[in-house]
């Protein structure tokens, strides 16, 4: 038995439905191959950064999130007795902010969408076995029979032990840490509505509002450490969260099981290419980023929306060839390993606490929230929406021997940096952009 399709995209997580509804919305006719039937209850990634909330207003799927989900401007970074501020709205733009949405409330309103157009078709349960003379095989669960998927283009978006990348032979070079997360869902007080990082001694705890009062919770703890913790017991966990922030009693310890609490293991890593003829990848298949600065689910999402309008551009001048793909790895593959440095940085920030470390943390976080030029850079490259990198000057006032910048940059300096349609589609006809 086999199936045609104009572009398989193996795996129905975020990055490949998004790429699906895209295409679909294209009228290119797609299918979307997932192995689970039902929703995971592993966690990933839940906060969107301004520039993946710019792509779900383009797709018209932003007011569903937005009913759903949690959004904020500010980010808090306790530090001992000490608080610093990043803040979105330092952005010019509709896009100032933040949102956070639980991650399979976000997979069900995609699929819902792309569900409405007929040239969109999704097979759960379904398991891609290997490729075979330029043909995926699947299997679907019940059923002993294999499937044979035909396709003019196969995108592998199933993750990091991606099918996909090992038939490209793509390497990846890989990034590991000396730390692990203890990850959770619980209520939380009414006065906690915007994002909290705190770090003090050896510990650091990230809090990120959700909607209906829950709160997603992030807890470092050393490599190795992880069946200690268990062995002292859930009131141990509640302890450390109540002395690093006192105003979670009565929140927190309405956790009563460690079975509600998943271990995470932060790795990093990036493919060495994201093309190969007719097959790409793309999110964790083709990078994964440390979660310090909530960026892998995002990275998928851009990786979509640069694909899907390269993809929809063939299909629509007729002019469909594999060798267009390099286009997407020659946007994408420079912006993925920028975020991977930049949340591997801040991962290192965490990583050690010893009293130097803590020291140049905290003397960084101060300068950049005194220096606006700094701000903004910090701002406008998590957000996604552009990219000013770091000189050698910045990192001098981040290190306190030069003073920080007090002038206020003015709009023509914030929107230069700004990733215009150019840059983000550069294969366009230079006409297409004024439309």
């Given at each position: 038995m086999s199936l045609n399709t104009e572009v398989a995209i193996v795996g129905g997580g975020i990055g490949g439905l998004t790429l699906g509804l895209k295409l679909a919305q294209a009228n290119?006719?797609?299918?979307?191959?997932?192995?689970?039937?039902?929703?995971?209850?592993?966690?990933?990634?839940?906060?969107?950064?301004?520039k993946s909330l710019k792509i779900f207003k383009r797709l018209d799927a932003l007011d569903v999130i937005r009913e759903n989900g949690f959004s904020f401007s500010r980010i808090a970074f306790v530090e001992g007795e000490k608080e610093f501020a990043m803040d979105y709205s330092i952005l010019p733009g509709d896009f100032d902010y933040s949102l956070m949405i639980e991650h399979e409330k976000l997979k069900g309103i995609l699929l819902k969408r792309a569900l409405q157009f007929p040239n969109f078709h999704y097979l759960s349960g379904t398991l891609a076995k290997e490729y075979d003379n330029g043909?995926?095989?699947?299997?679907?669960?019940d059923v002993k029979e294999q499937l044979t998927v035909k396709a003019d283009f196969f995108i592998g978006a199933e993750g990091r032990n991606s099918i996909t990348r090992k038939v490209m032979n793509s390497k990846i070079k890989k990034i590991e840490y000396n730390h692990q997360f203890l990850t959770v869902t619980f209520p939380r007080p009414q006065s906690l509505e915007e994002g909290k990082i705190i770090s003090k001694d050896e510990r650091f705890l990230g809090l990120f509002p959700l909607p209906d009062a829950k709160v997603r919770s992030v807890y470092l703890i050393p490599e190795g450490t992880y069946k200690k913790h268990l062995q002292k017991g859930i009131h141990h966990f509640h302890k450390n969260y109540l002395e690093l922030l006192p105003e979670l009693e009565g929140y927190v310890t309405r956790l009563k099981n460690w079975k509600d609490i998943q271990l995470m293991i932060p790795t990093a890593f990036y493919a060495d290419k994201y093309v190969d003829g007719r097959l790409a990848i793309l999110g964790d298949a083709a990078h994964t980023v440390h979660p310090m600065a909530g960026e892998g689910m995002n990275m998928a999402i851009?990786?979509?929306?640069?694909?899907?309008?390269?993809?929809?551009?063939?299909?629509?001048s007729g002019r469909i060839s594999p060798d267009k793909l390099k286009w997407y790895e020659k946007v994408r593959k420079p912006r993925a390993e920028n975020m991977i440095s930049l949340s591997h940085l801040s991962a290192i920030a965490y990583s050690y606490s010893n009293r130097v470390i803590t020291g140049i943390r905290r003397k960084g976080l101060k300068q950049i929230e005194r220096d606006k030029t700094l701000q903004y850079k910090q701002m406008l490259n998590v957000s996604g929406l552009g990219y000013w990198p770091e000189s050698l000057w910045d990192r001098l006032i981040q290190a306190g021997m030069l003073p920080a910048r007090r002038?206020?940059?003015?709009?023509?300096?914030?929107?230069?940096?700004f990733y215009t349609?150019?840059?983000?589609?550069?294969?366009?006809?230079?006409?297409?952009y004024d439309k």
């Amino acid at each position: 038995m086999s199936l045609n399709t104009e572009v398989a995209i193996v795996g129905g997580g975020i990055g490949g439905l998004t790429l699906g509804l895209k295409l679909a919305q294209a009228n290119i006719d797609v299918l979307v191959l997932e192995k689970l039937d039902a929703p995971s209850s592993v966690y990933k990634g839940e906060l969107l950064q301004p520039k993946s909330l710019k792509i779900f207003k383009r797709l018209d799927a932003l007011d569903v999130i937005r009913e759903n989900g949690f959004s904020f401007s500010r980010i808090a970074f306790v530090e001992g007795e000490k608080e610093f501020a990043m803040d979105y709205s330092i952005l010019p733009g509709d896009f100032d902010y933040s949102l956070m949405i639980e991650h399979e409330k976000l997979k069900g309103i995609l699929l819902k969408r792309a569900l409405q157009f007929p040239n969109f078709h999704y097979l759960s349960g379904t398991l891609a076995k290997e490729y075979d003379n330029g043909e995926l095989i699947v299997k679907r669960k019940d059923v002993k029979e294999q499937l044979t998927v035909k396709a003019d283009f196969f995108i592998g978006a199933e993750g990091r032990n991606s099918i996909t990348r090992k038939v490209m032979n793509s390497k990846i070079k890989k990034i590991e840490y000396n730390h692990q997360f203890l990850t959770v869902t619980f209520p939380r007080p009414q006065s906690l509505e915007e994002g909290k990082i705190i770090s003090k001694d050896e510990r650091f705890l990230g809090l990120f509002p959700l909607p209906d009062a829950k709160v997603r919770s992030v807890y470092l703890i050393p490599e190795g450490t992880y069946k200690k913790h268990l062995q002292k017991g859930i009131h141990h966990f509640h302890k450390n969260y109540l002395e690093l922030l006192p105003e979670l009693e009565g929140y927190v310890t309405r956790l009563k099981n460690w079975k509600d609490i998943q271990l995470m293991i932060p790795t990093a890593f990036y493919a060495d290419k994201y093309v190969d003829g007719r097959l790409a990848i793309l999110g964790d298949a083709a990078h994964t980023v440390h979660p310090m600065a909530g960026e892998g689910m995002n990275m998928a999402i851009q990786d979509a929306d640069i694909l899907g309008e390269l993809l929809a551009e063939m299909y629509t001048s007729g002019r469909i060839s594999p060798d267009k793909l390099k286009w997407y790895e020659k946007v994408r593959k420079p912006r993925a390993e920028n975020m991977i440095s930049l949340s591997h940085l801040s991962a290192i920030a965490y990583s050690y606490s010893n009293r130097v470390i803590t020291g140049i943390r905290r003397k960084g976080l101060k300068q950049i929230e005194r220096d606006k030029t700094l701000q903004y850079k910090q701002m406008l490259n998590v957000s996604g929406l552009g990219y000013w990198p770091e000189s050698l000057w910045d990192r001098l006032i981040q290190a306190g021997m030069l003073p920080a910048r007090r002038t206020e940059l003015s709009a023509a300096d914030k929107s230069h940096y700004f990733y215009t349609e150019k840059d983000d589609y550069p294969w366009k006809k230079v006409e297409q952009y004024d439309k």
